[in-house]
């Protein structure tokens, strides 16, 4: 590595600069490019333009000033022809090194968007090289560029002159026409794995002679979050602040004051206690947090990132060995994953999630932290759904009166149809299903019935849908069903939700229709009706103001539902445990639909959330 801090008067300078990679083999995570590229100049084939994607930090810029000084590299005798190994010490390499070189232009499309500036530069693409092989152009961010920029860039760049290259440096190469990327070779920078940037550091750390612990590093290299150039801006920082204190090594909670990071050790913590359904201790460990400065959606993050961690662990605990994992996090970690279930640990993130959602989303978002904590302690201490249904269904729900004690012992593969026997043998006390929820907008039990108030008499379903006998008609829901057999959905709409039956007879009919009604529905209903029955209708509009609509009447059904299933024992019990919950639906399933729906429950583990 170049080097060059002989002088101990020499200024400061960002580590970022100092070890910026001068030649390809400093370049750290691009292995993939550097041998195309090394190929491409020893073949001698490089292309006219490049184009350099990746992330920010990554190393484009410097990626181009690498192959500009590998174009133009005379080598130390001065003889030399261009060569992926510049010699770093011949004019053309030290001049661009030094960012003055005449015949490699650099220009940030940032700040200079407008046709003028593009057109300006390649007024000078025309002119021969000053003094070096090639004339340079490197424009950074070129998404920037306005189009009417791109088009007068790509007049050259269809026919571009023997002497000049282009290197284009983006983030976005969606914002770069196609026109302009088929002209170019692209390169993509990737972003560069935790582990290279530790090695990294570690280099530059040795050679700084600036002690950083393991953990501080792993720390560093996370925040870095695959660039470089960011990684060694918080390297830099990092050392600063150590050498104020004594030893002057880097330690990790050093790092994480500086990164704004919670403490470690209290995340962990805190996890524990929430976990441990320690409603309190998680509280207070958060506001010691909070008045540390700590962020209330940086702490889920780190609660959500310690999930990831022990879920990661839990499946493949030699995770916990690689390189850069803090010991807190190997024997923490390791323990802590034992005492938790995947299901636990996914539910878990499930939750977190939303709560980070809320936490960002609110102004008061220590107040939104400490609901999810509170949720997160309640729902450590809640059993796994199937499991309570069969605690309930053995402990709390009293059996047949008539049956031998010993049935009340179920069995996990025995049917459940002794669950409900206390109640009455209506379908609507039937499965209320355990789906949790842990939050007070959380619904219990899981809706969906299919309300039977509709009744059409089989004998008419069973018959050609065309001859209905008009007194096979018996009620008003029946004309109403006639209308869904016959597909008239709009109709069939319409008479659920905005009519009223004021008087039923057969032949006859009186209704009361809502605003929303259109005035010759009457006349309507009144043709098809005799139509389909081959009888006579007469369909007449009363202003009396006859029964509910037959939605008014369903809704009323369902309250009733819900009413009846929310006051069964087994539900009750429920809504004990999971405070705040409400029953929204009510699934009918028979028994032995109960049983799989439970051992499905069972098998996945997961509360099902309600959407809101
Ligand atoms: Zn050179």
């Known amino acids: 590595m170049a080097i060059d801090d002989t002088s101990q008067n020499k200024p400061y300078r960002v580590l970022a600069r100092k070890y910026r990679p001068r030649t390809f083999a400093e370049l750290i995570g691009q292995d993939a490019m550097v041998r195309t590229l090394t190929n491409a100049i020893h073949a001698d084939r490089l292309p006219h333009a490049f184009i350099l994607t990746g992330v920010r930090g990554v190393g484009k810029t410097s990626t181009a000033r690498i192959i500009a000084r590998a174009l133009n590299c005379v080598g130390e005798d001065g003889n030399g022809d261009p060569t992926p190994e510049s010699c770093g010490v011949c004019a053309h390499c030290t001049a661009i090194t030094e960012d003055r070189h005449v015949d490699v232009i650099e220009m940030d499309a940032a700040s200079r968007t407008g046709v003028n500036d593009i057109r300006e530069l390649i007024d000078g693409v025309r002119y021969r090289p000053v003094d070096a092989r090639f004339k340079i152009y490197i424009i950074d961010e070129v998404h920037m560029l306005s189009s009417s920029a791109f088009n007068a860039l790509l007049k050259t760049l269809e026919e571009p002159p023997e002497h000049v290259k282009f290197i284009f440096a983006t983030t976005e190469t969606r914002k770069v026409p196609v026109t302009v990327l088929s002209r170019c070779q692209r390169f993509d920078l990737r972003r560069v794995d935790a582990e290279k940037l530790i090695a990294h550091f570690n280099t530059v750390a040795e050679q700084e002679a600036a002690k950083v612990s393991e953990g501080a590093m792993a720390l560093i290299a996370r925040a870095a979050d695959g660039s470089v150039r960011d990684g060694l801006s918080l390297l830099d920082q990092a050392i600063a602040h150590a050498g104020i204190a004594a030893g002057g090594e880097v330690s990790e909670e050093a790092v994480r004051e500086m990164l704004g990071l919670a403490d470690g050790g209290l995340i962990y913590d805190l996890f524990e206690a929430a976990m441990g359904g320690s409603v309190e201790d998680a509280l207070n460990l958060f506001n010691q947090l909070y008045d540390a400065g700590a962020d209330p959606a940086i702490v889920l993050e780190d609660l959500l990132q310690l999930t990831h961690w022990l879920t990661r662990i839990k499946l493949s605990p030699a995770a916990a060995e690689g390189?850069?994992?803090?010991?807190?996090?190997?024997?923490?970690?390791?323990?802590?994953?034992?005492?938790?279930?995947?299901?636990?640990?996914?539910?878990?993130?499930?939750?977190?999630?939303?709560?980070?959602?809320?936490?960002?989303?609110?102004?008061?978002?220590?107040?939104?932290?400490?609901?999810?904590?509170?949720?997160?302690?309640?729902?450590?201490?809640?059993?796994?759904?199937?499991?309570?249904?069969?605690?309930?269904?053995?402990?709390?729900?009293?059996?047949?009166?008539?049956?031998?004690?010993?049935?009340?012992?179920?069995?996990?593969?025995?049917?459940?149809?002794?669950?409900?026997?206390?109640?009455?043998?209506?379908?609507?006390?039937?499965?209320?299903?355990?789906?949790?929820?842990?939050?007070?907008?959380?619904?219990?039990?899981?809706?969906?019935?299919?309300?039977?108030?509709?009744?059409?008499?089989?004998?008419?379903?069973?018959?050609?849908?065309?001859?209905?006998?008009?007194?096979?008609?018996?009620?008003?829901?029946?004309?109403?069903?006639?209308?869904?057999?016959?597909?008239?959905?709009?109709?069939?709409?319409?008479?659920?939700?905005?009519?009223?039956?004021?008087?039923?007879?057969?032949?006859?009919?009186?209704?009361?229709?809502?605003?929303?009604?259109?005035?010759?529905?009457?006349?309507?209903?009144?043709?098809?009706?005799?139509?389909?029955?081959?009888?006579?209708?007469?369909?007449?509009?009363?202003?009396?103001?006859?029964?509910?609509?037959?939605?008014?009447?369903?809704?009323?059904?369902?309250?009733?539902?819900?009413?009846?299933?929310?006051?069964?024992?087994?539900?009750?019990?429920?809504?004990?445990?999971?405070?705040?919950?409400?029953?929204?639906?009510?699934?009918?399933?028979?028994?032995?639909?109960?049983?799989?729906?439970?051992?499905?429950?069972?098998?996945?583990?997961?509360?099902?959330e309600a959407e809101t």
Not at 381 to 407: G, H, I, M, Q, Y
Not at 554 to 569: F, I, N, W
């Open 323 to 608: 390189q850069g994992i803090s010991q807190m996090d190997r024997e923490r970690g390791i323990s802590l994953s034992e005492s938790l279930s995947i299901p636990s640990l996914g539910r878990t993130w499930q939750l977190l999630l939303k709560g980070l959602k809320e936490v960002q989303s609110l102004p008061s978002s220590a107040q939104a932290a400490e609901m999810v904590l509170i949720r997160l302690a309640y729902m450590s201490d809640l059993p796994n759904p199937a499991d309570l249904v069969r605690t309930l269904k053995n402990n709390s729900v009293p059996a047949e009166p008539s049956k031998p004690a010993a049935a009340q012992t179920v069995t996990e593969s025995e049917p459940t149809s002794g669950l409900f026997q206390e109640a009455p043998p209506s379908p609507d006390n039937g499965g209320a299903r355990m789906v949790g929820g842990m939050g007070p907008n959380d619904p219990v039990t899981q809706p969906s019935t299919q309300p039977e108030l509709t009744p059409t008499p089989q004998s008419l379903a069973d018959q050609d849908p065309s001859v209905h006998a008009a007194n096979l008609i018996q009620n008003f829901e029946q004309i109403v069903g006639l209308f869904e057999e016959h597909r008239e959905a709009i109709l069939h709409a319409t008479l659920v939700t905005h009519v009223h039956l004021v008087r039923f007879e057969v032949g006859h009919i009186a209704i009361r229709l809502e605003p929303e009604a259109p005035s010759d529905l009457a006349t309507r209903v009144s043709r098809l009706l005799s139509e389909w029955t081959q009888e006579q209708w007469l369909v007449s509009i009363s202003d009396e103001v006859g029964d509910p609509t037959i939605a008014e009447q369903r809704d009323a059904a369902e309250a009733a539902r819900v009413g009846r299933a929310t006051s069964h024992p087994l539900v009750q019990a429920a809504i004990k445990t999971f405070p705040g919950a409400t029953v929204e639906t009510v699934t009918e399933r028979t028994p032995d639909e109960f049983t799989e729906a439970v051992d499905e429950d069972r098998a996945d583990g997961e509360i099902e």
